[in-house]
C-alpha cells in the first residue's frame, strides 16, 4: 500500500521533510507490530528541481511532499498495524 503525505499549512516543508526522513522511521519501525507485519517500508520525498524540470514538459506533479510505501505479507497483516494500540500510541 503506498500513501501520499502533504505538508500541514504553517509547517516549513524542511521541517517536515526532516520529520519524514529522520524522526518517523526510528519509532515506526521499533514498534513489535511493525517489525511482526512490515517486512517494507521506504520513503520518496518531493524534489523542487525534480519537479520544475516535469512541469517544462508538461508532466502532472502531485501536490504531497512524502510518499510512503508499505509491503506486508497480506492486506490484514498491514491493517492490523494501523488499527493497532501500539501504532496509535506512537
Same mark, same amino acid.
Do not use: R
Given at each position: 500500500?503506498?500513501?501520499?503525505?502533504?505538508?500541514?499549512?504553517?509547517?516549513?516543508?524542511?521541517?517536515?521533510?526532516?520529520?519524514?526522513?529522520?524522526?518517523?522511521?526510528? !519509532? @515506526? +519501525?521499533?514498534?513489535?507490530?511493525? $517489525?511482526?507485519?512490515? %517486512? &517494507?517500508?521506504?520513503? /520518496?520525498?518531493?524534489?523542487?528541481?525534480?519537479?520544475?524540470?516535469?512541469?517544462?514538459?508538461?508532466?502532472?506533479?502531485? !501536490? @504531497? +511532499?512524502?510518499?510512503?510505501?508499505? $509491503?506486508?505479507?497480506? %492486506? &490484514?497483516?498491514?491493517? /492490523?498495524?494501523?488499527?493497532?494500540?501500539?501504532?496509535?500510541?506512537?
Amino acid at each position: 500500500i503506498a500513501g501520499s503525505f502533504k505538508c500541514k499549512a504553517g509547517v516549513p516543508k524542511a521541517e517536515f521533510g526532516n520529520f519524514w526522513l529522520n524522526k518517523h522511521p526510528k !519509532p @515506526f +519501525n521499533s514498534l513489535d507490530i511493525v $517489525k511482526k507485519n512490515i %517486512f &517494507k517500508y521506504k520513503q /520518496a520525498h518531493s524534489n523542487k528541481m525534480v519537479n520544475q524540470s516535469m512541469a517544462k514538459h508538461d508532466l502532472i506533479i502531485v !501536490p @504531497f +511532499n512524502v510518499m510512503a510505501t508499505f $509491503k506486508a505479507a497480506s %492486506f &490484514k497483516d498491514l491493517i /492490523a498495524v494501523f488499527t493497532s494500540e501500539e501504532y496509535h500510541w506512537c
